[in-house]
């Protein structure tokens, strides 16, 4: 609710922020797409998780995602990547590899529910959809790796039903899956606002 709410006011000041050429001056002033390329140079977290029956969030955002989006709650970290080298991976790989899940596949025994904590600094979703390839709940991120804010969704609740994005998690915190949405069964699930990071949940 509140946290939905959060979400809504951070697309739109995305939305905001990138009308009027927003991102094109953003680059240009960056020193332009060349300096921006050779600044992709990541550290992606290398940790991987102990217990096999959680999975981790990880982003790669720093300060200049507050700055970009005029709103001091987008990124909690230091450093990390640029907004522009972030919004740039978009454009040219239609991802950010260093948003993603890890392990991205599990497997997990039936009555077993599974926890996901988000490490990273933004604040990340472990949905369930009927299927990959569909967009996420950020009209702007949806655009640029769609062509459109409002491509096809595949969210589904826990009787897989077509619903509203569900399990979120702030920076430094946490969300369960309950064993009850875990039938045995292949499982697909994307972060609602980065739709690129997928994983998988096989139930035996
Ligand atoms: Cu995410």
Redesign the pocket.
Known sequence: MGRRKQLVTGGELLASGMRGGFLLRYLRTKGGIAAVAAAVILTVPLAASANPSKVL?F?NCSPSFNEALGDPNICNRQGGTPFGVFIQQLVQNGRAGA?HFSSPNLKLPAGDSLTVENR?G????FSPVSQFGGG?VVPDINAILFGTPTPPTFFIDAAGNPGPPLFFADAGGETTIPASSLTPGTHLFI????PW?EGTVVVR
């Not at 933004?122 to 979703?125: D, K, L, R």
């Not at 972060?191 to 980065?194: E, L, T």
């Open positions: 969030m982003d948003w990273g933004e604040t990340h979703s996420g972060c609602a606002i980065h990071m």
